[in-house]
């Protein structure tokens, strides 16, 4: 069992930064820890993936604004986000697989509104 526990969300203006954690715990065992997005009345997608050995992938969206980074030695996973505008309003959820199964965390509001 892994458990993911987000941080770090709330309120920011157009143009503002935030910064996302999150910690996994348990029995983990993953290759790659991500950053999923809902918007308001949207699917989830794809914001930003990270393998343990630091390769970094983002959606288009994202691209030149969000930063993905690992701290394999305390399970946490970081999303800065700069530049933020208003379609970046979403409940943020953090991603991992170990082994075959799926986790997800309780996911955290992110609100770009001036």
């Known amino acids: 069992q ?11 203006q157009p143009g503002g930064s935030l910064r996302l954690s999150c910690t ?3 029995r983990n065992s993953s290759l790659y820890m991500a950053w999923y997005r809902q918007p308001p009345g949207q699917e989830r997608e794809l ?5 343990i050995t630091g390769r970094a992938q983002y ?3 994202v691209q030149g604004r969000f930063i993905i980074s690992l701290d394999n030695a305390r399970n946490t996973v970081y999303l800065q986000m700069d ?3 208003t379609d970046d309003t979403a409940v943020y959820y ?3 697989q170990s082994g075959s ?3 997800w965390g309780q996911g955290i509001q992110v609100t ?3």
């Open 2 to 12: 892994v458990h993911l526990v987000e941080s770090g969300g709330g309120l920011v």
């Open 112 to 114: 770009v509104s001036s």
């Open 94 to 96: 953090c991603h991992t």
């Open 59 to 61: 959606g288009s969206a």
């Open 101 to 103: 199964r799926l986790y």
């Open 24 to 26: 996994a715990s348990g």
């Open 83 to 85: 530049a933020l505008r």
């Open 47 to 51: 914001v930003a993936v990270i393998s």
